[in-house]
């Protein structure tokens, strides 16, 4: 090889010919000799999750649609799973990342009750997991393509509700939403229950959540109107409960008004 | 042929000349000095009982545990030495956890019985390992094969039993399980002969005080594996002491 050719040679392109090599400045490579990529977007995501506290518990809601980009492409998934004994773990982001938490998820409650030593995970051990699971993947720069909602009750009849990011950022508040629905769901949520919690009944809870998706339903093409709503109910101790109860309702389809649209111009 | 079999003792490499390993006989004599472990298929489920020997009173009791739960639908109840026990649990939930992790599904009782056995016989096979001194009653539950009862013991001799017991008072225990119609049990029922059966198995052991540890897998636990909650354990025990009353003297006990 002439040193002209060489010269002429990519700095970056694999070469095993083992002649004269460009000269370049050290740059991290794998083995393949370009550099380590890790997943850059997510694939099948979930749209928004909202939840919030009220008088009995938590609440949070999602739809059950992934999208294919813009592609409306499974209609029927549940996007909320329960974590034994009283959490609810709800998503946005990429479908599969989730799947693997949830399978970290299982170990871990597994894992509980195998010690079998009268402890049991509360909504919080669950979000610290979460938390620290998730900044530890940002650190490896091969985060989990997800925003990870955590509801639940804990073992003082509490209730938690908190959110954790893909950089594994996390915080705590009364009301929590993810995607659009920070935009779209937060303020409607925060106008509905701050300070009032206390006033909030489960039927009151319910509807607040209704608007609140039914708004992210007419704003953002990647919602839909299939929704599924869980709780975690505080245990009532005049009715002699001393564990919290999960429930995660059948999908419903909510109800809504296009007949406006005719009124919206380019709508047609 | 009394000479027979010294010097051919100390390891399990050795056959004695009569065709016999000592070193699992040993083993074996282990279990069969240590309290008592039943288990029992009934119509629509499966339960695991233990004795528990108070060996010492200062003790705190939740800690001396010879049933173990082994994944959701799964648990283990073992007599013989202790120590070996949670040895041998923990490979169960190793192969349990990593049958899961390579599958995505939940090992079935048999393969997880006949893996673990494998596992207790490679320790009957080489001079630098003693045989496990504990034979464990497998408990499972799964929607393909219903409810399932194994026990492997200490030469990974493995099988399934519709019941079976181990320890002090097996054989005790073992005439009165054979006279059960376990086909027709409930549950419930099947509890109250556990509990039963222990305190007549306990009867050789008489003067040392024991607790009773039950759980079971059935409907009312949700197909997984639980110990039985504290008021049906009590109703019992109540049902089971009775039973026993005509023909044993438990007076004592019932208004303790």
Redesign the interface.
Known sequence: MTLASAARQPTFAPSDSGAEKPMSAPVAFSRGGTPTAHASSPIMTGAAVLALKYKDGVMIACDNHLMFGSMDKFRNVERLITVEPATIVGFSGDYADFQYIKSLLDDLVLKERTCDDGHSLSPRHVFEYLASMMYHRRNKFDPLWNTLVVAGVDTQGKSFLGQVDLRGGSYQADTVTTGFGNYLGQPLLREAVEGKIDSIDEEAAKEIMKDALKVLFYRNTQAANTVQIGVVRRPDAQAGETKPTIQIDEPITLDTEWGFAQMVVGYR | MSSIGTGYDLSCTTYSPDGRVFQVEYATKAVENASTVIGLRCKDGIILGVEKLIVNKLAYA?AN?RI?????NIGVAAAGLLADARALVSRF?EEY?HFKEFNSTVITGRVLCGRVARFAHAYTLHSSVRPFGVTALLASHSKENGPELFMIEPSGVAMRYFACAAGKGRQAARTELEKLDWMQLTAVEAVTHVIRILHIAHESNKEKPFDIDVSWICEQSDYKHEFVPDHIFQEAQRAALEALQPEDDFDDEMED
């Open positions: 939740p545990k173990y739960h082994v994944g959701e939930r956890d």
